[in-house]
Every structure is written in structure tokens, then in C-alpha cells.
């Protein structure tokens, strides 16, 4: 595969895998360094900064020289379809923080005017979830790694 960006823009799922299997090509024998890419992106995809998590995700990326590709894929947890699962956790992770939480059973609670009455619920969760998958994407990513690589090395 060229080491183009052309080549390493994402537009089906198929490239994706390509792009990702490449990219962890790349990163082989550094484990902690792809696993960290990875806990980066999935923290940056569910961090609530809108319009700005790929920018900020990129940025530290490049300061934490990490590998931006791996980094860009992980924000992709975001995606529309997540995107309620996302809120409705952070809102479950947020009432465990603060006082007079607001309790939704379910999704069909979760509407406009409960996001705007405990924003702070809302943040508070968003964040501490945020790092909570990101911890954990960076542990179970790092142990997946380790033990692929270390499995690849010994066949050889």
C-alpha cells in the first residue's frame, strides 16, 4: 500500500481494516505506543468538545508522538449511531458524582430538557467515562497487542 494520504482515507469499511492493519504494520514491536493511540482516540471520541475532537486529538497525538492515523480511527467511537449510548452512559457515569442526580431507566427518558437540567451530570459522566473507556482501551488494546506480537515473533 502507498504511503499517500489518498491511500489512507477511510470510505468503506473494507479500507478501513486495510488502513488499521497497516498502520499497526507500522507500529509493531511498540505496543504501549499503539495502545496509548488508541486509548487517545477513544478518550478524545467521547470527551464532550464537539467540533473540536479532532483537532484536539490530532494535536496531542503529534506532543505525545503517538501514531495520529491509530489516534483519528479510535475517535471514530463517536459516530452517530454511538452517539446516544454515549450521552445516556455519561449521564449514568455523572449521577454516581453528583448531588440530586437525574435518574433515566431508560432511553426514551433521555430527551433535551433532562440534558439541560444537569448539564453538569451530563459533563461531570462525559468526562469520567471518557477517561474510564480510554484506561480501558489503552489496557485491553495493549494486552491484545502483546500477546498478537509476541505469538507472530515466536511463529517466526
Known sequence: ???TLKDK???SPRRLLRVLK????????????????????????IV????????????????LKLNRVVVLLATNISFPI??????????????????DPIQLPSFIDLNEETIYLQINQYLIGAVLLAFTIGALGFLGSFIVLKAVWKTKRERA
Open 1 to 3: 500500500m502507498k504511503n
Open 82 to 99: 454511538f452517539i446516544p449510548f454515549i450521552i445516556f452512559f455519561s449521564f449514568q457515569f455523572g449521577a454516581l458524582f453528583v448531588e
Open 48 to 63: 464532550p468538545i464537539w467540533g473540536f475532537q479532532t483537532l484536539a486529538a490530532f494535536t496531542s497525538a503529534s506532543l
Open 22 to 45: 497497516s498502520e499497526m504494520e507500522k507500529g509493531k514491536g511498540q505496543p504501549g505506543k499503539m495502545a496509548g493511540s488508541i486509548g487517545l482516540g477513544l478518550f478524545f471520541g
Open 9 to 11: 482515507i477511510v470510505t
